[in-house]
Structure formats: C-alpha cells, structure tokens
C-alpha cells in the first residue's frame, strides 16, 4: 500500500511537540503507521505548518446550526435561554442545511470528532453519512419532580433511535442538561442509567445558577415564570449548584461544560467527588452570552483535565475550535500552545472515550490539520 510521508515545521503528536526533523507516515486510508526521522531520498511533502491531529469538539448543539445571528451577544443566560425557546421554530425549515453546513465547516476546519448535543432525533441524517466522529448526548430535562418518569421516557426512546446509529462513528449516551432544569428526580433516573458513559452537563454558566441554588432568588425565577414551569418542589441547598447534584453521579466519567462560574471551593468538591472529570471551555460563546470568561488558570493551577468544545452557532460566530484556542491565548498569552492543543486533541478524545482520535499513535486514524496563521484539514 502507498505511503503518505509528510514533514511540517513541526509535528505535534496529541501530547507534546516531535520538532522539525520528523516525519509523519500514513497509509493511503489515513491511518498512521508511524513517526520516522527524515531519511535522505524519500518523498516527502513538505507542509508549510505545523502538523496536528484533527481536532475534538466536545461541545457542541449542531441542532441550533439555524440559528446563527438570531439572538443577540450580552442578554445573559437566563435571557439567552428565553430566546433559545421561544425563537427555536424561527428559520426551522433551513435547519437540515444549516446543519449540513455547519459540520462541513468544523471538517474542513480540523474537526474530527465531535461530542454533539441533542434535544431530539433531528441530527440523525445528519450523522448518517457524515466523516465526522459523533458521540451523542441525548440531553434530558424537567424541572418538575412529577413529570420526570415521561421526561425521562421521551429522552430514553429519543437515545434509541442514536443507538442504532452506533458503529465505528457514532455513539451515544442520555445527559441531564444543567441543574437549574433537572428536577431531583430525573437527576436520579440519569444517573442511574445503565452502560452511560460519558455524562455531560452545562456546569456553572451562569451567576444566577449558584444563587437559585443558595437561596431560591435570581434572574432564573422569571424565566421559569415565562414559560409556567412549576418550581414549587424544588428546594435549595444553601450550597453552589455543583455540590447539589454531583454526588449522584459519584464514580462516573464527567464532562462539566461551561464552569464560567466555578470556585476553588467547587473545583476541590468535584476532584473528590468523581473518579473521572473533565472540564469543557467554550470561551467564545461565554464571551457572547455572558461576557466573561472561566477562570482557566484556576483550572490549570488545580490539575484539571480540561478539554474544548465550541458550543452552538446561536452563541458562537463560528464553529472552530482553532478559534476557540486563540481566543483563550489572546486572554491568557502564557498558555503554551503545546498545552491548549493537547486539550483541543488527545484530552478531547480521552474524554468522549475514543481510541484512535486525537493522536498520532500508529494505528490511529485522527485526521491531519496544518496549523499556520490559520487550521486547515490537509487529510
């Protein structure tokens, strides 16, 4: 079989920079067979850049592709989520396309893999024939104690119709959305799901998710009120939300998303708590709906696993998670770039639990970007 012999100005492996005297081998499937020293008298192809494995989008709403521009940067998330709800149906007859291309963009963008959140079966043509690797979260939610069992019930019969997707590049498992929509009882049933790994959630976006949970006030009362979501049973626990419901997950793979608002104190609750967490930044669409950022180098002083995602094209201008990372170097210029795209490429894969991605390890198959001024997939 025909090999592929590229040489960049530098290769990284998913882990650490090779330097430039290396050369990356793949057969003519796209999958790594090795790394060699340059040999005089091969034919290799230079490539002006940097050689990197595609990239993993842990978080992302591909369903919400449609709408792009529809609301407005700086409405915070309650009010962000208001709009989400009530403009959904708006541009809803573009939604296939939208979709469509908006993950032709993350593949040409580097993308690879994505961990895509759905509210129903609508991705699934999508996902059919598409050369991204997905792992579906089938998002489940329910503020009302009551209705958990039928909440719970549509989101399983949603997760089956994904499962029969499953297959070298797909897989799927059911998630509670935040905890400010997850009643206690639906918390339960989630976690209690079995062969359900990774759990995703959105973590901490919001001040106002603490203060519901402190005390029953803010900024989410009114927007339970718009929509006449009955919040009657719910009972707060003088605590940050993240000690509220994580102990019922105590044990389990975790993706936090978002963590905008974590503390120290938070941080330190979950690193006892579970046996496996990762935290997702999506600081562009943080920047878009609350202006602020995570405190990324709390994250990192801690020990953290952290990985990417890019969120939805109704809170984010793009879908690139290149994009993501020079937003958070423009921020924070003394993260080494060996270190934001090991979180962008092997952290990611280990996360969403998927070998072969995320790495140039022989035998992998994680598509190759060169990074110059911008990303681009070469294969």
Request: proline content about 5%.
């Amino acid at each position: 079989m025909k090999q592929i012999k590229l040489k960049g100005k530098d290769i990284f492996d998913g882990y650490r920079f090779l330097g430039a005297n290396k050369v990356l081998v793949l057969d003519e499937s796209g999958t790594v067979t090795g790394i060699t020293d340059v040999t005089a008298g091969e034919e290799v192809q230079e490539i002006d850049g940097i050689l990197c494995p595609g990239f993993v989008n842990t978080h992302c709403h591909l369903e919400l592709s449609h709408m792009k521009n529809v609301i407005p940067e700086g409405t915070g998330l309650p009010g962000f989520l208001t709009r989400v709800m009530q403009l959904r149906q708006q541009n809803a007859d573009q939604q296939a396309a939208a979709m469509a291309s908006a993950a032709q963009a993350m593949w040409e963008a580097g993308i690879s893999v994505v961990g895509d959140i759905s509210n129903n079966a609508a991705t699934i043509s999508n996902k059919k024939n598409d050369p991204i690797r997905y792992h579906t979260f089938v998002e489940c939610m329910g503020v009302a104690d009551t209705g958990a069992d039928s909440r719970y019930q549509f989101s399983m019969e949603v997760l089956q119709q994904f499962h029969e997707l499953d297959g070298p590049m797909h897989s799927c498992s059911i998630v509670p959305h935040a905890p400010y929509s997850v009643s206690r009882t639906l918390f339960g049933k989630i976690a209690n799901s079995p062969a359900n790994s990774p759990v995703s959630i959105h973590n901490q976006e919001t001040a106002a998710e603490n203060q519901l949970y402190h005390n029953k006030t803010g900024d989410f009362l009114d927007f339970y009120k718009t929509f006449g979501m009955d919040i009657s049973g719910f009972q707060p626990t003088g605590t940050n939300s993240l000690e509220a419901w994580l102990p019922d997950f105590s044990g389990q793979k975790m993706i936090l998303v978002h963590n905008t608002f974590s503390t120290e104190t938070d941080i330190r609750f979950a690193q006892q708590q579970a046996s496996e967490i990762w935290w997702c930044l999506c600081p562009q669409a943080n920047l878009y709906i609350e202006n602020r950022l995570p405190d990324i180098p709390l994250l990192r002083r801690m020990n953290c696993n952290i990985v990417v995602g890019t969120d939805s094209l109704a809170s984010n201008h793009q879908l690139s998670i290149w994009e993501e990372l020079q937003t958070i170097h423009r921020h924070y210029p003394e993260i080494p770039l060996e270190e934001l795209l090991q979180w962008a490429t092997s952290n990611g894969a280990k996360a969403l639990g998927l070998e072969g991605y995320g790495n140039f390890q022989p035998g992998s198959r994680p598509g190759v970007v060169v990074i110059n001024q911008e990303a681009k997939r070469i294969i």
